[in-house]
């Protein structure tokens, strides 16, 4: 009967015993060690091999997420995907502060704290996870500095990272690696040994972190730059989850001929047999299977950056049916915001547009053709404290003035457009003036309500100051004042502009026919301006 080793390999019983009842001669005793030696090294090997195979529970299961530009114009609304076939997100790109290069910011425009006030980000990231989604938070990208590219304390900067990891409670980052990101050698020391120690630090603690390197490539597979990015991450201890390839802008690297899926293919493949070599310079050795769970592919929809590059709907079907096959471990686009036709208005498709894919999708999203057989969710990297619980019967919450951060809706109350109010827990915006109009009023479609959902109340909020109009402003309206465009008035306590001269015409018709009406209701942020002695935007 045959066994095995804990080397794995086999070793027949009975031959053992017949060995043993022999007298052996040194040169068998040679042998005999020579062979020993051998089963040893082996099965310390395949250790190091099984060892550097086990998933990160993030990774268990191929997934697919979008990146999200949180600071593109017009705002992308990810929450909103949480409820969707593809509820996942890959927020970008946090990279230094202009002012303090060790400082996170999303994009350089906002930090951590503004962005939770000015986007409202932390509310719509909980909403997300409310409908079922879970998001990935993306380092770096092309337009700005990586937090390693200056933040040359290297205290500062795990400080950096982890700040950011604590705050949205994530599990898989994803580092963009482009420019001087990629290439200066400095800084890729310093991310891959910052990155070691925060793994290291998560891990001990039972918190997840999986880290994927987000990588330019042409059709040939990484650059040197890549590959050089791997092998110090590899070299500083980080067990990556795998390398992203960005698929996109291959320029004169791609075959006349050749579509922009033959192209990725091709480029995923050289990728995919790089990464099996850098893992055995390191020492670990990894079988093709574990290898293209390790690779990632990462299109850019529509149009391209370079001009005669587009990635069409039937590219994204070839690449999704060959990349399934393959079993990558992961399928991304650049970026949910650009899912959707590009509207008549934008004339020249041929330019890339943030909001747009630049090709005639129909009724067809990029998304869904990408993600099939990629059932994954990112939901296993997220740390106990990301998790939201099952929302509460609204008939069962009771709003606390002193836990909500916005007024408590009243039906008593008129709302000027922007003013945001709590109602059962979540906070809500709204989209015009209003009064009497229950937030969370279940209609069948979303313009038929005057409130926009933002996402819950967050746990330790208290009320945020509210800008209001002193007393005596502005003049109460009169039916037989006139007034001229942009005089300003208050009727009812509402303050209003006049869009053209007027006379007799009661601003109460602005609600149902703000069209004709000459009255026009001014927003919150109006009001905040005017108390704050700030000219409004």
Known sequence: MAKKNRAGASVDAEAVVELSDRRLSPLRVSIAIVVLLAVVAAGFFGARTWASTQADPSQAQPWFAGYVDVTATPTYEFETQGSTDTPDAVLSFIVSSTTDACTPSWGSAYTLEQAGDTLDLDRRIARLQQGGGSIAVSFGGLLNDELAVNCTDETKLEAAYASVLDRYKVGTIDLDLEGAGLTDTAAVERRASAIATL???????GDPMAVWLTLPVAPTGLTEDGTDAVSAMLKAGVDLAGVNAMTMDYGSSRSVGDSMAEASEQALTATQRQLGVLYS????NLGDATLWSKIGATPMIGQNDVVDEVFSLKDAKLLNAWV?????GRMSMWSANRDKTCGSNYTTTSIVSDACSGVDQGDLFFADLLSGGFDGSLAAGESAAATTSEPTQAAEIADDPATSPYPIWSSDASYLKGTKVVWHRNVYTAKWWTKAEVPDNPVLNDWESPWQLVGPV???ETPIPQASLPAGTFPEWTGDATYQKGDRILFSGVPYEA?????ADSPEASASDPDSSPWEPLTQADITAIASGTPAG
Do not use: H, N, S, V
Not at 281 to 284: D, F, L, S
Not at 499 to 503: C, D, E, L, N, Y
């Open 281 to 284: 310079r390191a020492g670990i």
């Open 199 to 205: 793994q290291e630090q998560r891990r001990a603690a």
């Open 324 to 328: 399934a096959d393959k079993g990558l």
């Open 499 to 503: 869009k053209w001269w007027t006379q």
């Open 458 to 460: 967050l746990e330790g």
